[in-house]
């Protein structure tokens, strides 16, 4: 009777061991001689209450990329080229509207945001070039810095972390590693820390944990499902920052946060991905040595598309 009980517990492994533990490994790709569309969509909105006073903050914005995958070199090295082929801004700031349409770039208006336009108008003449060395990290990000030099030194003061090759490289890795290098099951977790760039000096440092929901199938594809939630976030002023203020502390933390990523293993590449966040909490900014106590509530969403 017990050997008859062992048989039939290991038959029962043997059957449910190929779903159960079946493990797949999220690869990424980059396929020489290909290109593809990137449509990035965002959302914010943003209230801060300094010392009592309330200003509201919201932008929108969407930016198509066209990129082109080269061919690898003698080295080993594969370029990749990105332009960007339209971009919609509308930012709400004081009662105050800033509108940048790629279409119509020189429309101005009386916002206090006009001195962005030409930061803008900049991006759009820009080429990026991503170089992957042979190990498929990314070794080198190649852009015209002299567009910096077009810019007024107020404003080329703000932006120029954005435009920093190095803090680009390791943005690129950061989203490379996303995902982890051994295989993984349905219900595996992983976390990862990134650090968002958010111009002039501001840095979010943002923890998140990241489950793998198996396979889906959707228009006619077979796609990895990956959830992401955050866990933690902090704002940091990096000493240098050209913004009239610092720092004292701060307490944020994610209220509400989710987060979805749709892989294509067969491609080694993300199809869509999509995420929000909101981060509130308390900050104490200073001002010509005064405390200013603080309050923060912003809302963050975006989507990320990806076609042939």
Avoid at 207 to 233: A, F, N, Q
Avoid at 268 to 286: C, K, P, R, W
Wanted: overall charge neutral; aromatic content about 4%; proline content about 3%.
């Amino acid at each position: 009777m017990l050997l008859r009980k062992v048989l039939i517990a290991v038959g029962l492994v043997v059957v449910v061991c190929p779903s159960a533990f079946a493990q797949v490994k999220l690869e990424r790709k980059v396929r020489e001689g290909t290109s593809h569309t990137v449509e990035v969509s965002s959302r914010t909105e943003q209230k801060l209450t300094i010392a009592g006073m309330e200003t509201d903050t919201s932008s929108d914005s969407k930016t198509v990329v066209k990129a082109t995958v080269g061919k690898r070199d003698e080295s080993g090295n594969l370029r990749v080229q990105e332009k960007i082929a339209s971009l919609l801004i509308n930012t709400k700031v004081m009662g105050s509207e800033y509108i940048f349409d790629s279409a119509n770039p020189d429309k101005v208006s009386g916002s206090v945001l006009e001195m962005m336009r030409p930061v803008h108008k900049a991006i759009l003449r820009r080429t990026t070039t991503t170089v992957y060395g042979k190990d498929n990290k990314v070794s080198q990000i190649e852009s015209d810095q002299e567009i910096l030099n077009e810019l007024s030194d107020e404003v080329r003061k703000l932006v120029q972390g954005q435009f920093d090759a190095e803090r680009q490289k390791t943005a690129a890795n950061d989203e490379l590693e996303k995902f982890p290098a051994d295989p993984v099951k349905k219900g595996d977790s992983w976390e990862r820390t990134s650090k968002l760039n958010l111009g002039a000096g501001q840095v979010m440092t943002v923890s998140t944990r990241y489950t793998y929901d198996g396979e889906i199938e959707k228009d006619g594809r077979t796609l990895d499902r990956i959830s992401s939630k955050v866990l933690t976030v902090e704002f940091a002023l990096e000493a240098g920052s050209p913004l009239p203020f610092t720092v004292k502390d701060s307490a944020l933390k994610p209220a509400e946060t989710k987060g979805e990523i749709l892989f294509d293993r067969k491609l080694g590449q993300v199809v869509s991905a999509s995420s929000s966040i909101q981060i509130v909490g308390d900050m104490t900014f200073v001002i010509n040595n005064t405390d200013l106590p603080s309050k923060l509530d912003l809302k963050m969403e975006t989507a990320t598309n990806t076609t042939e």
